[in-house]
């Protein structure tokens, strides 16, 4: 039972320290309870802690939809605010199928996705994951979605041949991808020239880019954005996780002026827009947390950490490929995963065997299947930093 958390130490009601080896599930980048976000948090509290986000406005809003955008990838000049990393997908794929409806290709409604992908677990979002372990027992409820698989899963070349001839029948609304890594399917990390690529042959095929960046998005990769890293802007971008600054679920859905304009006109107030209002959209205490967010980024030079931290986590998991029982090893900014035992098992024991291990010495190191990683806040310390990948290493070669 964790009672209280600071920086990237979780405190639990025995008395005992853990480093936050997952940043509490992706949320957290800044370390617990930075003092600005507290104080942002408070303040806001005291001044205005919530008002709804329709027909009538507040200055967060409006101001994080302007500072989000100017971080964003060019293009992405509109934003819908809502509260989780599968409802700003909801909100990507309602947009996508709508936006076709009305304006002349109704015929555009099917999705495509990579194998591996997660998108969250909702109904619409669990129908464009590849990933069948979450979705399987649900196949009734879901719709229709390609999912474009390489050998094993991977994004490669056979992806990019299943993407161009799924993408020839001219019914697609989006595709749906995770940029750079896939954060669930066990971090599996991809290449920036696959990512330019399906990019190039989505708008060859005049058709829709979705990119989920709710793990990814705020400097996880060491771009503000994974699409950053290949110079790619997608035509929807969904973030969450991470800008709710690990205190509160907050999320927005970035689109272009293109696709906003798809929602203008039409005869009466309601024919041509988007009916998608949450009761907590865009509420001003995940809103001026978020600002906070972004303007700790800038004062801090967070990503420049992110650069500094990922060349000590890419050197721990190459050392880890050489220890025994380790299958594979790689990472990218934030990230570093190691893949353990002969096969993919998502349902192995091995990953909570390690995970229980780096408990004892002092981290919470929370597996996927039998692929252990690190996705600590970005603030870590380089003796923390050092100190988790050491717990790591030792709790594999332990159990291995
Ligand atoms: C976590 C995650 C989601 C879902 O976010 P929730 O806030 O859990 O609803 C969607 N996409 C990706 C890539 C994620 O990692």
Redesign the pocket.
């Known amino acids: 039972m964790v009672t209280r958390a600071q920086g990237v130490w979780l405190e639990t009601h025995d008395g005992r320290r853990l480093i936050d080896g997952n940043g509490s599930w ?1 949320t957290n980048t800044l370390g617990h309870s930075h003092p600005r976000l507290v104080a942002a948090l408070i303040d806001q509290a005291r001044t205005l802690a919530h008002c709804a986000l329709s027909s009538i406005a507040h200055e967060n809003a409006a101001l994080l939809a302007k500072e989000l955008t100017e971080t964003a990838p060019a293009g992405l000049t509109r934003v819908h605010f809502s509260d ?3 409802t700003a ?1 909801e909100v990507a794929i309602k947009i996508a199928a709508q936006y076709w409806a009305q304006n002349g290709h109704p015929q555009r409604t099917r999705f495509l996705s990579l194998g591996g992908g ?4 909702t109904i619409g ?1 669990m129908s464009v994951s590849g990933l069948e372990i979450f979705k399987g027992r649900y196949g009734a409820l879901l719709f229709d979605c390609v999912t474009l698989r390489g050998d094993n899963d991977a994004v490669d070349e056979r992806t990019m041949l299943a993407l161009e001839s799924a993408l020839a029948s001219n019914d697609v609304a989006a595709v749906v991808i ?1 940029p750079l890594i896939q ?2 399917a066990g971090m599996r990390i991809w290449s920036t020239r696959f990512l330019s690529r399906i990019r190039e042959l989505v708008s060859a095929a005049g058709t829709l880019l979705i990119a ?1 960046e ?2 990814t998005g705020l400097g996880r990769t060491g771009a503000m954005w994974a699409c950053d890293l290949a110079g790619v802007a997608p035509d929807l971008l969904c973030t ?2 991470a800008l709710g600054g690990g205190m509160l679920p907050f999320a927005a859905t970035l689109a272009t002026e293109r696709i906003y304009d798809g929602f203008r006109g039409g005869g009466s107030r309601a024919e041509r827009a988007l009916m998608h209002g949450h009761t907590f959209c865009g509420n001003p205490l995940g809103a001026r947390v978020a600002r906070e967010v972004l303007a700790v980024y800038r004062d801090e030079r967070v990503l420049e950490r992110v650069a500094a931290h990922s060349i000590r986590i890419r050197d721990a998991f190459d050392a880890l490929s050489r220890v025994k029982g380790v299958r594979a090893v790689r990472s990218l900014g934030m990230v570093g995963a190691a893949d353990l035992g002969d096969r993919t098992d998502y349902e192995s024991e091995l990953g909570w065997e390690i995970y229980r291990a780096a408990l004892r010495r002092g981290a919470c190191l929370r597996p996927l299947g039998n692929t252990v990683y690190v996705a600590p806040p970005f603030l870590i310390s380089d003796e923390e930093l050092d100190r988790l990948l050491r717990i790591l290493s030792d709790s594999i070669s332990e159990v291995m």
């Open positions: 992706w989780d990393g599968s997908l997660f998108h969250g677990d979002a995770e954060g669930a989920d709710v793990f969450a996780k």
